[in-house]
């Protein structure tokens, strides 16, 4: 079944700095979906990308996709204190029993020090 | 505003009492979802419904029931809760399944 693994657990940077987490999954997918959380809050998109797509900037976040090696990478660049959050990927399965399904990783933990 | 609403917000019961949470939202989206949020376990996806009347099981469907009678409302139902349930629950919704979904705020269940 799907299932998504984000790396690292936990990253703790300064500001200034950048920050790139990671998702890899096991079966194909329709779309790859990023999130964030505050601590115990719902969790707000950032930004989604397709199968067929690569890369997907919105502002300071840089997400890239790799189908072939089934994964993804989130970079936040020059981190604020207030990127601090716990980040998530969502998994959009491509078809089959499985359409509809949206399964989540673990999740990143990033702290950002000021 | 547009929004996705849940009630109650914090629930504390006891094993075996019904419950139901509700959700609701106000963007006539389509797909709508309960998750369940476990320490270590990231979020797992209990159900999830593409449109009125249609439902499908996501990954932790046990003990659950969900109905979806009209578009705005998909609720969650505990028949019989049992304390492996306590958990903090969001519900979601989204215009398609494989489009950005707008979380609710969540609700905190304990079940002693």
């Known amino acids: 079944s799907q299932q998504g693994e984000e790396d690292p657990q936990a990253l703790s940077i300064q500001e200034g700095e950048n920050a790139t987490m990671n998702c890899s999954y096991k079966t194909s997918i329709n779309n790859l979906q990023w999130y964030r959380q505050n601590s115990g809050r719902g969790l707000v998109h950032l930004i989604l990308?397709?199968?067929?797509?690569r890369e997907k900037h919105s502002g300071r976040l840089r997400v890239t996709l790799d189908t072939s090696k089934k994964s993804s990478s989130l970079l936040i660049t020059a981190s604020r204190a207030a990127d601090t959050a716990s980040y998530f990927c969502g998994l959009f399965n491509a078809g089959g029993t499985s359409y509809g399904k949206l399964t989540f990783g673990q999740g990143t933990i990033l702290t950002v020090h000021p | 505003e547009a929004q996705v609403t849940q009630n109650p917000r914090y629930l504390i019961t006891v094993t075996g009492k019904k419950l139901t949470v509700t959700c609701s939202q106000n963007?006539?989206?389509?797909?709508m979802s309960w998750y369940r949020q476990d320490p270590g376990l990231g979020l797992r996806q209990i159900y999830y419904s593409m449109n009125v009347e249609v439902t499908d099981k996501g990954d932790v469907p046990e003990g659950y029931k969900v109905s979806r009678k009209e578009k705005r409302n998909f609720p969650l139902i505990l028949e019989s809760p049992s304390p492996n349930q306590t958990s903090l629950y969001f519900c979601?919704?989204?215009?398609?399944?494989?489009?950005?979904?707008?979380f609710g705020p969540g609700t905190r269940l304990t079940v002693t």
């Open positions: 963007m006539n989206h389509e797909y």
């Open positions: 990308i397709r199968s067929n797509e």
């Open positions: 979601a919704s989204s215009f398609g399944g494989s489009h950005e979904q707008y």
